[in-house]
């Protein structure tokens, strides 16, 4: 299977033009979104080729304020493969019985999703796996591939779960300050324009990525803070008091 894939893939290099520099409006929206952290910024743009190249199994999650550009993100993400492509949802994904809405997506964004619950999230992880069950309302449930890659938005810190020695969610850390304080509402309108999108899915679809190292998930501090924002008032209540005043005791 892998080597048909790169047998396709270099096939499809000879008629994708070649784009070798990040546009500079779409270098500076994932600057600001990113906050400036090399790290934040450089995962991301790995992803988004990894998502045009192959597919993801990490889960994209973008956790923070509101207004810093995470839906301007994934309005984005629709011109990448196409909207055909492309699936935009909420927690029904995780909630209702049926997801046919989800078969052949490249890109799915789950936009203020809740995944709390756990047999939410196990519904949820389900989607991750290569081989997934869809099914339609009046149809029989089929197993087929899965060719999403997908990317969570949230507000909430607390709209997670992520347990110990998790390898499905890659949280990046984000911006507090709002896109319109860096760029115009025509600036951001160009963003989403699907010729501009076209080019950064150019440079994109030649990017060098580690398909290998996209296999493990990318951890930050604000994956810590999601971890500690789902604690039970126990758990808060042992780690912050009991465990250390222990600690001092020893």
Request: aromatic letters at 10%; glycine letters at 4%.
């Amino acid at each position: 299977h892998d080597v048909k894939f790169r047998a396709s893939i270099i096939q499809q290099h000879k008629e994708v033009e070649r784009v070798d520099k990040m546009p500079e409006m779409f270098h500076k929206f994932f600057h600001h979104l990113s906050d400036g952290k090399e790290s934040e910024y450089n995962y991301m743009i790995k992803w988004l080729a990894n998502a045009i190249q192959d597919r993801n199994f990490c889960v994209l999650a973008a956790i923070g304020a509101p207004g810093i550009g995470k839906g301007v993100l994934g309005a984005i993400m629709i011109w990448l493969v196409g909207r055909h492509n492309f699936h935009k949802t909420d927690n029904k994904l995780i909630t209702k019985d049926f997801n046919k809405q989800f078969q052949n997506k490249r890109l799915v964004f789950c936009d203020e999703m809740n995944i709390r619950k756990t047999d939410h999230m196990n519904k949820f992880k389900d989607l991750i796996n290569d081989i997934i069950e869809i099914e339609a309302k009046g149809e029989n449930a089929k197993l087929t591939k899965n060719f999403a890659s997908i990317y969570i938005a949230s507000n909430n810190l607390d709209s997670l779960t992520i347990p110990e020695n998790d390898r499905r969610f890659s949280v990046i850390e984000l911006t507090k300050k709002p896109l319109v304080d860096i760029l115009t509402s025509d600036n951001i309108e160009e963003l989403t324009k699907e010729e501009n999108v076209n080019e950064l899915a150019k440079y994109l679809y030649y990017y060098n990525v580690d398909r290998e190292k996209m296999l493990r998930v990318h951890t930050s501090k604000r994956t810590e803070e999601i971890k500690y924002s789902s604690l039970t008032d126990a758990e808060e209540w042992f780690i912050e008091d009991y465990a250390k005043d222990k600690h001092k005791t020893v």
